[in-house]
C-alpha cells in the first residue's frame, strides 16, 4: 500500500526552556542546534526514511555540515517553531534547510523570523561504516520530497580554510556526558566546546550572527580534543566584501579541532568550524 | 477577584529527545534534572508564584537540594511524565517532590514508575541576595497547594558528610555554556560535571539508582572547579543497613566541588553530591 505524502515541509514547535538560555536570557546555540536536529529526525520519521525505520536496518543518518545563521536569538520561554524540508537528495548525500520563526510561518511580510539553517547529511551503514545509497530508502521515496522553492537566503557552509599559523588555544578531555547512542561525541557537543572559547565577555559585546560547522571524522569518550584558533582576516589575508560587511563590527574566526586518542599519539582532524560576531 | 485554584499536582509531558540520551539510549540524569526544574517552573508559574510573577519584582526561586532516586531511565523517543507537587512550604523554606512515569498516573498498580525526586528551594531576592519569606508571596497562596498526602517514596538529601581523606580527582575550567540567565553555574551542568568523574565503561557495568546534590555557593565563569571524591565504606567507614542493600552490589561515592575563583587563592565549597550505583 503506498503511503500518503504528506507536506514537503514539516514545522515542529519548541520553547526556549529557561535553563537552556545564557546569561542574557538567550536560547544557547548548541541547544538550537539540538532543536534543529530533532526537528530533522521528526520530519524524516513522519516521511518513513527517519531513524525509526533506518535503525532496525542497521542504518542511520550522518550529519556532516551544518550552517546557522541568526538575526535574533530566541528570548527564555519563547515559543518558537522550525520548519525543516530537503532541498536536494543525491545518492550519498541530501541536503536539509530549516528556518526559525517566532509563529507558524505564512509567508508574509510580518511573520518574524529568528534565521535559517542549512545541512548536509549522508546514509551510513551501522555495522560496515560505509556509505549507504539513499535512494535505496523505500525506492528513493526521499525524492518525493524534495521542496527547491522554498527560500532559506544563507549561505551554504563553505570550506573552512585555516593557515599554518592557527593557535592551539585549548585541550579538553570528553567524558560520558559527551557521548551520544553510536557511542560517538555529540554533534552537539562540538558546537558547545566551539562556542565555549569564547569568554562571556566577549558574548557580551558581540552576536553571534553565523555558526558553522562540518564534522569530519569522529572522536570518542576518552579522546583528547585540541582547539585551534584563526581570526579571519589577521596575517595578511584579505577580507572579502568588506566595504559591504562593515568589517570593522565583524569578527570571524575559524578553528579546527583535532582528537589524540587514548594510546595514541597520532592527532586526527575532526571538526572544522567557523564563526562570525557582530560587535553590539 | 480570587484566582481559581488548580489541582496541587502538576502533570507536564517530556520526550527522551535522542541527543539526551547517552551510549545505552538512556536519557541523561542531567536531562531528566532539567525536566523536573521546567516541571518546578511550570507548575509554580500555573498556580501564581513562579518566576514569571518573581522575575518583575526581584525575587527569583533558588534550587537548594535535589535527590533523584530511578528504578529505570527512559529510553530514546520515550514520552514520560513528570508530576510535581509542593510537600510542605515554611517562611524560607519549600519542599517539592517529583514522580517520573511512563503515563498519567492514575495510581493503578499497574503503571509504570521511573522513579520519584524530592527537592528543597529557598526564594531570594536578586538585589540584595537576601532570603523572601516566601508567604509574602500572593499572601501565602502558596500554603493552599500543600499536597502531604502524596506519595515520594524516596529518602529526602540527607547531609552528605565528607571525610578528610576524600580525594582531589578533576579540575575544570567553567565557560560561556556553563552560565545561566543568573550569571552563575546553571545547576544542571554541576549534574553533568559529578556524572562526567565516572568513565564510560563504568556505567556499561552500573546502574545510577540515586543522585543527590546540595548547592551550597553560587560559582561564576572563570573559576576554577576542584572535584574531590570520596568512596563510602572506604577508609573504615560502616555501611548502614548493608545486610539489606546487599552492599556488594552497591557503590556509593561522595563528592565535594570547591571553586577558585580569579584573582583569588581560597576555595570555597560550592556543591555536595552524593551517588549510588548498583552494578548490573
Known amino acids: 500500500m503506498k503511503q500518503e505524502l504528506l507536506d514537503k515541509v514539516g514545522c515542529y514547535e519548541f520553547l526556549a526552556e529557561p535553563f537552556h538560555c545564557d546569561f542574557a536570557s538567550r536560547l544557547f546555540m548548541g541547544h538550537l542546534g539540538n532543536h534543529l536536529l530533532n526537528a530533522a529526525d521528526f520530519h524524516s520519521n513522519d516521511r518513513g526514511y527517519g531513524m525509526n525505520y533506518l535503525m532496525p536496518r542497521h542504518k542511520t543518518w550522518v550529519l556532516s555540515r551544518l550552517a546557522i545563521e541568526m538575526?535574533?536569538?530566541?528570548?527564555?520561554?519563547?515559543?518558537?517553531?522550525?520548519?525543516?524540508?530537503?532541498?536536494?537528495?543525491?545518492?550519498?548525500?541530501?541536503?536539509?534547510?530549516?528556518?526559525?520563526?517566532?509563529?507558524?510561518?505564512?509567508?508574509?511580510?510580518?511573520?518574524?523570523?529568528?534565521?535559517y539553517g542549512k545541512s548536509v547529511w549522508a546514509m551510513i551503514d551501522t555495522e560496515t561504516r560505509q556509505p549507504v545509497d539513499i535512494f535505496s530508502i523505500h525506492d528513493g521515496l526521499i525524492k518525493e520530497y524534495i521542496?527547491?522553492?522554498?527560500?532559506?537566503?544563507?549561505?551554504a557552509s563553505s570550506r573552512v580554510k585555516?593557515?599554518?599559523?592557527?593557535?592551539?588555544?585549548r585541550t579538553i578531555h570528553t567524558y560520558?556526558?559527551?557521548?551520544?547512542?553510536?557511542?560517538?561525541?555529540?554533534?552537539?557537543?562540538?558546537?558547545?566546546?566551539?562556542?565555549d572559547l569564547f569568554d562571556l565577555d566577549y558574548y557580551k559585546t558581540h552576536f553571534l550572527q553565523r555558526f558553522e560547522i562540518a564534522y569530519v571524522a569522529e572522536s570518542h569518550q576518552g579522546d583528547q580534543l585540541n582547539f585551534y584558533v584563526e581570526k579571519v582576516g589577521d596575517g595578511g589575508k584579505t577580507e572579502k566584501?568588506?566595504?559591504?560587511?562593515?568589517?570593522?563590527?565583524?569578527?570571524?574566526?575559524?578553528?579546527?579541532?583535532?582528537?589524540?586518542?587514548?594510546?595514541?599519539?597520532?592527532?586526527?582532524?575532526?571538526?572544522?568550524?567557523?564563526?562570525?560576531?557582530?560587535?553590539k
Chains 1, 2 share one sequence.
Open 162 to 169: 585555516m593557515g599554518k599559523d592557527a593557535e592551539l588555544v
Open 241 to 279: 566584501d568588506a566595504s559591504v560587511n562593515e568589517p570593522q563590527k565583524m569578527e570571524e574566526f575559524c578553528i579546527k579541532i583535532t582528537k589524540i586518542s587514548q594510546n595514541s599519539d597520532i592527532e586526527v582532524e575532526v571538526v572544522r568550524s567557523k564563526v562570525k560576531f557582530i560587535k
Open 147 to 155: 521542496e527547491t522553492e522554498k527560500p532559506c537566503p544563507i549561505a
Open 176 to 195: 560520558y556526558n559527551d557521548v551520544d547512542v553510536n557511542g560517538h561525541i555529540n554533534s552537539v557537543k562540538y558546537i558547545e566546546h566551539v562556542l
Open 71 to 115: 538575526q535574533e536569538m530566541p528570548k527564555s520561554y519563547d515559543k518558537f517553531y522550525v520548519e525543516t524540508w530537503v532541498e536536494s537528495a543525491m545518492k550519498y548525500f541530501t541536503s536539509r534547510n530549516f528556518k526559525i520563526c517566532a509563529s507558524v510561518s505564512d509567508g508574509s511580510e510580518a511573520e518574524k523570523v529568528y534565521g
